[in-house]
């Protein structure tokens, strides 16, 4: 038996916690101490995902229940969008371990007015600490998407209706060379 074997002896329902607060105590403590400057360069107000909760999600952990909880794809970008390329890879600084499906839902619902945000998070993405072994492991398809959404933000570069951006051809080119393409 592994209990008796690491000399620990089982807990019975009345042994519990002393006290009636709740431990705080995190489970990966280096990836989710909080920054002070926890939120992303650039704000986003105007879109709503209709969920509070989305400011509170403070580990990847919350990241990925709430990421469930969205039933759309359209409300996955919203939520991504709102919370911005720097507050995601607070969450993911290890490894972002969803990625090909956060790039799904950007390409799938990208809209040109969000076109610095999804450079953000796509830059942000790139620092994660596993992010060349994740990429590694991209298929043909997951490459294709990429592409299209370089793409996306290439041609968002020339729309005189949008807000000057941040990034430029050469930005977007050195994403290009980051994600293998």
């Known amino acids: 038996d592994i209990v008796a074997a690491s000399h620990l002896q089982p ?13 705080k105590q995190t489970w990966n403590a280096a990836v989710s101490k909080s920054d002070k400057d926890a939120e992303g360069s650039f704000t986003y107000n105007a879109l709503d995902s209709g969920n509070q909760h989305d400011e509170e999600v403070k580990t990847a952990v919350e990241f990925e229940k709430r990421w469930k909880q969205l039933e759309s794809n359209q409300n996955r970008y919203k939520f991504l969008c709102k919370l911005g390329g720097k507050r995601i890879y607070q969450l993911y600084r290890t490894e972002v371990s969803n990625l090909e499906g956060l790039l799904q839902v950007l390409h799938e619902c990208y809209q040109p007015v969000e076109a610095q945000i999804i450079y953000e998070i796509l830059i ?58």
């Not at 807990?11 to 431990?23: P, S």
């Open 11 to 23: 807990l019975d329902r009345k042994d519990g916690l002393k006290t009636n607060e709740r431990i």
């Open 124 to 181: 942000y993405a790139t620092k994660s600490d596993r992010f060349s072994l994740t990429v590694m492991f991209f298929g043909k398809q997951d490459k294709k998407m990429i592409s299209e959404l370089l793409t996306k933000l290439k041609d968002s570069l020339s729309n005189q209706d949008l807000p000057s951006l941040a990034y430029n051809e050469d930005d977007l080119e050195g994403l290009h060379n980051k994600y293998s393409l």
